[in-house]
């Protein structure tokens, strides 16, 4: 039988399609979601991720980004991760106060001191694993580890150097509970006002303090409405990184390790990219005329005492201790 160019070309082309079409098929899909828009250390971090896993398992993997809550805030992905619709996420604590409030010591400001104790009590402690546990149990996630997002600290028109520079003092807060009532313990005058409102409040007098990482005052340019930054470094409120059990559980043992792996080292590149973003922050801030005053943050920790043991009481018994233990492991 003779074929002729154009027939073998044909073939040949089928060929090619087929191969193709083939290690398409057998590329796992892993979408991944943030809420927030790209630039930051979250993107930085998901891109690490993709790379590491092209590096070590060419073609294996297919990652597709979702930046920006493009497909739903953080409680419509938790539902589309429970009900495996969709692969992993990086995302904000939401998923605790859900799953597992009774273990969620991470949001209560004024608790850790440093990141070094706030990964230790999620990862090493009795504690963190039954909030993995328990997180597993009842919203079908697994826990893979957390990222640093920078510590926060308060802004304010008139200088602070120890808690009873705070009484009295209008301070804008988020509607979370907790917050407003371990600030309200340290004397201010907490007034909930939506995150877009912010800089008008202040304008205005509204409010004449507020707290965040150093990206808020930065990004609104409160050197106009604002001359102090306060660092009392009361909270790091992190991300994680997670997956839906049902598409883990689907997974060989290798996959699993190969994407393991991937996110410890991603999750610590996006460490190392916003240490870098609030290093430009700061730098940022005082260039544009806002002054910072490094306090002692033993006092205000003290102060804020009395609120911060009224939200761990309602916790399950072993986080107190896990907390301290996970403190003295990582003290300097």
Known sequence: MTMTIKGF??????????????????????EIHNTMSAGGSEEAAIQR?????????????DIAPYLGGQLGDETSILELLNLGQTQMALTGGLFMGQYATEYDAVSV????????????????TDSGRAMQEQSRERGNLVYLGPQMRA?????????IHTPEDLHGLPMRL??????????????????????????????????????????????????????????????????????????????SAEDQELIQDAVEEARQHGYAVEQEADDYYRTGLIE?????IDVDQAPFREAAAPAVQRALADMAPGVTDDIQAAIDATAD
């Open 109 to 124: 400001p004024f608790v850790f001191p440093n990141w070094a104790s706030v990964e230790h009590y999620i990862m090493e």
């Open 151 to 159: 510590f926060r600290h308060m802004t304010s028109n008139r200088e």
């Open 174 to 251: 988020p509607q979370i509970p907790v917050w407003v009532d371990v600030w309200g313990e340290l004397g201010v005058q907490p007034i909930v006002i939506p995150a877009p409102d912010i800089y008008f409040a202040m304008r205005t007098g509204q409010v004449q303090a507020h707290e965040n990482s150093l990206a808020s005052p930065y990004t609104r340019q409160m050197w106009e409405v604002q001359d102090y930054i306060i660092t009392t470094a009361h909270l790091s409120f992190p991300w994680h990184w997670v997956a839906s059990a049902r598409w883990w559980d689907s997974l």
């Open 49 to 61: 991720f993709a790379e590491i896993l092209e590096e070590r398992a060419p073609g294996r993997f």
């Open 9 to 30: 070309n044909t073939l040949a082309a089928l060929a090619t399609g087929l191969c193709l079409a083939t290690a398409t098929a057998q590329a796992q899909q892993i």
């Open 288 to 292: 544009n005329g806002m002054t910072f």
